[in-house]
């Protein structure tokens, strides 16, 4: 019987962990498309783009 009660927690964490990992994910993504959003890459990169050049 107690083995049987840790393999239940045992399946419980593996799946908060596989539920919180995908919640990281998920809200890793949102924010670099906010970022990528708000952010005008070609303006900020001609400063170093300029210096490469030279």
Do not use: C, V, Y
């Not at 593996?14 to 990528?36: W, Y």
């Amino acid at each position: 019987m107690r083995g049987n009660k840790i393999n239940n927690a045992d399946l419980f964490t593996q799946r908060a962990n596989e539920q919180f990992e995908s919640h990281i994910k998920t809200q890793s993504k949102r924010s670099l498309e906010i970022i990528d959003k708000k952010i005008n890459w070609k303006e900020l990169l001609k400063p170093l783009e300029a210096k490469l050049e030279k």
